[in-house]
């Protein structure tokens, strides 16, 4: 089985070596690309103001954030969650910057965990085209209507599904079913290597032959199954 996490962060700005910090963490546990229900959400208060632009974003106040734990009190939890866990995040060298500025100001070592970007991913996909969370929701038919302002789970969540359309969408359900059944492992580090398998094909026996035809038999002469069953 496979593990990642999708991850989120919302901040006070842009810059993370400038003053700027985190408010807002957000993961998401995959294990071979679907959804677990195991979570990692906190706020964080950024012992600072909030400047009416970032604001705007994520609509977190200096108010609502002032009774919430510092980053140096989730760091633990935080790390503990994601481990050594490939990292899913869309336009990863913003929230790794200010998750390593983060680790950097409460003297704990960066994050080294591999970490795939979905707006790299999105480029090499469908050049040209944008690649804002929002247009790829809307590029994939993904409902993101609950998105009102940025909130780091919340887009987390919405990022797996678009992550999940951007590695192959519904064919990638279908090569975990093949995997599971052929107990094979799933190819998750190049993200192309999901293989066309060829379904097998179930053998009936002579027994459960002659009872599908005792069925056919009783349903009349016009079963739509009657297209496709030749008797012998």
Request: proline share 4%; aromatic share 6%.
């Amino acid at each position: 089985m496979t593990r990642e996490i999708v991850l989120d962060t919302e901040t006070t700005g842009l810059n993370a070596n400038g003053g700027d910090r985190i408010v807002e963490i957000g993961c998401v546990e995959l294990f071979n690309h679907i959804p677990t229900g195991k979570n990692f959400h906190t706020y964080v208060n950024p012992l600072r103001d909030m400047p009416d632009g970032a604001f705007k974003v994520h609509g977190l106040s200096e108010e609502f954030l002032s009774d919430k734990p510092i980053f140096a009190k989730v760091k633990d939890e935080f790390l503990e969650f994601i481990a050594d866990t490939t990292l899913i995040i869309h336009n990863a060298p913003f929230d790794m910057g200010f998750l390593n500025s983060e680790l950097n100001n409460v003297q704990t070592a960066q994050i080294k965990n591999d970490v795939i970007d979905t707006v790299q991913l999105a480029r090499k996909k469908h050049p040209g085209a944008r690649v804002g969370l929002d247009a790829l929701c809307k590029h994939y038919g993904i409902d993101n209507s609950k998105r009102t302002v940025h909130g780091a789970l919340l887009d987390s969540e919405i990022l797996a599904e678009v992550y999940l359309e951007l590695i192959g969408g519904r064919q990638v359900g279908l090569a975990l079913n093949s995997t599971i059944a052929n107990d094979e492992p799933v190819h998750t580090a190049t993200h192309k290597a999901y293989e066309t398998r060829q379904n097998p094909i179930l053998e009936l026996s002579e027994n459960q032959k002659a009872k599908h035809l005792e069925l056919l038999d009783q349903l009349g002469s016009k079963p739509v199954w009657n297209k496709y069953e030749t008797k012998e």
